[in-house]
């Protein structure tokens, strides 16, 4: 039994809960277990983001020695003691919340709490920015169309939808998908999760397609790099490559900030998983699946340019340069070599696909974070609330569309260039981990007795430390400017969340005393499925 393993008593539990003073809201969850085990592979998949990382979120960034092959290997096997960790846990304690429920109970409670908080602030501007940007993927895909097949009118349309001159048409789509996604999670919660295995399997058959048309040019790539260097406006040269050791693990931190560490989504919603394979497996089966997508996708680049060239157009047209701002990637490649309108679609649409599946992904994720936080009087009652006929917790979700819609109005006031600086809050990410890693090794030291988990869990501290420092100081990841002092919009909204985080912990904590709960006691056990 898992509390008789992590030395909780049950039985007082039961006594306390049943007076309405006790540590939680009631004494079920009232969630339901309806999620499969595809649903929860598909949920990591799109919270380790793998088709987005063959997009613009790492190959802009190359060194001219990065080899994102290499780079993409070691980032995987320094994130299988996290995987360990993660699998451990969710199969000791699989609850709704996950790792805030480990870091709350085998840490601190209170520190758990807040840090669990400000997660969610951080997830929220993130998926905020996903839905403002998720327009760039859109105008790319347009122009590109619009150019390659000379349809005037989708390069028309694409000018239409481009974050950068026009943020209000940004803001009302991101808006409008992030809403019919709200709605669909509140009207049935096994809709939210059918929503990301369908976003995920429409995602999957643009990335196959992608990798089949890039595979079948291998021969014949030195054919298309004249219209690549027109789309693209980018200039080939003579210019050598190799690459070396410093600058491939000068990638890691962006492999392992964009996409290997993010395995957290299932644990959240692991009290609603079905069967034990699934809740044992799921995350390890995503971060293989993860780990084929992004190395494969990186391996057939060079295989089909070879090092040199690829490192040089990833270099130079990472970001995409006028007129069309096309940038050189993965998805823009295989349109471009498709050579016929409705594969190049297919494609394209396969791309914008992972954006709304990160999207689909977070709208659960973040219900099921507040959800178990409001369970444990953390937060306000009517957040664990449980719709009995849809199996929703319908008031996360209009929180969590509040706030996204508020985010994404901030977002089109400031502009896009400056809503940019809020990626800078990715090191809070880092951290939250090296916390979850602390918390491995308190348990396996006072109750396990696992060796195991113990060197896991060390490792995964020391290397989630280290990523700390670094998306903390590197001015690519937004936080840290070149001339060594923070990001002022950063900075405000890092320490803003901090302080917000921080006073509704106390607030909550006073509020609760007044109506004679200790919310510190529900950190003493582990909560009722």
Known sequence: MVKENIKYCTRPLNAVTSSGKG????????????????????????????????????????MPGSDLVLASIIAFLASLPQAYVYTRFITKVPRTGGDYVWLSRFL?????????????????????????????????????MGVLYNNQAMVNLANQVNPYTDPLIAFAIGALVFGIIIAL??????????LIT???????????????????????????????????????TNQKYFSN?????????????????????????????????????????????????????????YALGGYSLITQ??????????????????????????????????????????????LAYGVVVFSRYVFALAFDRVLPDKLAEVNPRTGSPVYTHLLD??????????ITFIGADNALALYGMTFLGALYFALVAIAGVVHSVKSEKNPILLVASI????????????????????????????????????????????GLVLAMYFYRKRQGIDISLAYKYIPPE
């Open 23 to 62: 540590p939680f809201v009631r004494e079920s969850s009232g969630l339901v277990k309806q999620v499969s085990m595809a649903d929860a592979v598909m949920i990591n998949l799109g919270n380790m983001s793998a088709g987005l990382a063959l997009y613009t979120g790492v190959t802009p960034y190359v």
């Open 108 to 144: 601190n409670g209170y520190v758990g709490s807040i840090m669990a908080i400000i997660l969610m602030v951080e997830s929220t501007a993130y998926f905020a920015l996903t839905a403002f940007f998720a327009s760039t993927a859109i105008n790319n895909v347009l122009t590109e």
């Open 185 to 194: 999670n509140i009207l049935r919660a096994r809709w939210g999760f059918k």
């Open 198 to 236: 369908v976003l995920g399997v429409l995602s999957a058959i643009g990335t196959l397609l992608a990798f089949a048309v890039l595979l079948a040019n291998l021969s014949n790539f030195s054919a298309s790099l004249p219209s690549i260097e027109n789309l693209m406006n980018v200039t080939v």
């Open 245 to 301: 050791l410093s600058d491939t693990l000068f990638m890691i931190p962006f492999l392992a900030l964009f996409t290997y560490p993010w395995m957290q989504a299932g644990p959240a919603i692991a009290a609603e998983i079905r069967g034990k394979n699934a809740v044992k497996y799921n995350v390890i089966i995503a971060l293989l699946i993860t780990f084929v997508v992004v190395t494969g996708g990186y391996a057939v680049m």
């Open 313 to 358: 157009l990833y270099m130079n047209g990472g970001f995409g340069n006028p007129p069309y701002f096309i940038p050189f990637t993965f998805w823009t490649v295989a349109m471009l070599l498709a050579k016929n309108e409705l594969l190049s679609l297919i494609i394209g649409l396969g791309l914008i696909s992972w954006e709304f599946f990160v």
């Open 401 to 410: 569309l509040i706030l996204t819609v508020l985010l994404l109005g901030y």
């Open 459 to 502: 490792i995964m501290f020391g290397y989630f430390a280290y990523l700390t420092y670094v998306s903390a100081t590197n001015p690519d990841f937004g936080f840290m400017q070149p001339n060594g002092t923070p990001n002022q919009l950063t900075l405000d909204f890092v320490i803003g969340s901090l302080i917000f985080s921080v």
